[in-house]
């Protein structure tokens, strides 16, 4: 399990999951975009989402917990960044367009 760290939020998510993410989300900030990044919370369709508001002028990291590169998957980015464009922001979803599950750890200030 990989790591996102922004501000005060650490998002635990599979290394692949993780290297696709990153990927997806270098590319909005290289355009100087801002965007919501959203994840259901359980991983279902249905079930209750959280967000956050991401910005390249706020710092940003990713921890790998194994070391190497994750071969990527053309039509796992393309489905990422599909999810961008749509108004509920970029969706953390694998390879089908299905919700991923998030552990979020909220580090204390």
């Keep these: ?3 996102v760290i922004y501000n005060d939020s650490v998002l635990r998510l599979d290394d692949a999951t993780l290297a696709h993410l990153q990927y997806a989300i270098i590319q909005r900030y290289r355009r100087g975009e801002s ?3 959203t994840w259901t919370i359980d991983g279902s369709i249905d079930g209750r989402e959280r967000s956050l508001w991401l910005s ?3 710092p940003l990291s990713f921890e ?4 190497g590169d994750v071969p990527l998957e053309l039509a796992w980015v393309e489905a990422l960044n599909d999810t961008a464009d749509a108004t509920g922001g970029l969706r953390i979803i694998d390879r089908y367009g299905r919700p991923i599950p998030v552990d979020l750890v909220e580090r204390a200030a």
């Design 64 to 67: 790998f917990d194994e070391p």
């Design 1 to 3: 399990m990989g790591s």
């Design 35 to 37: 965007f919501l990044l």
């Design 56 to 58: 390249p002028n706020a």
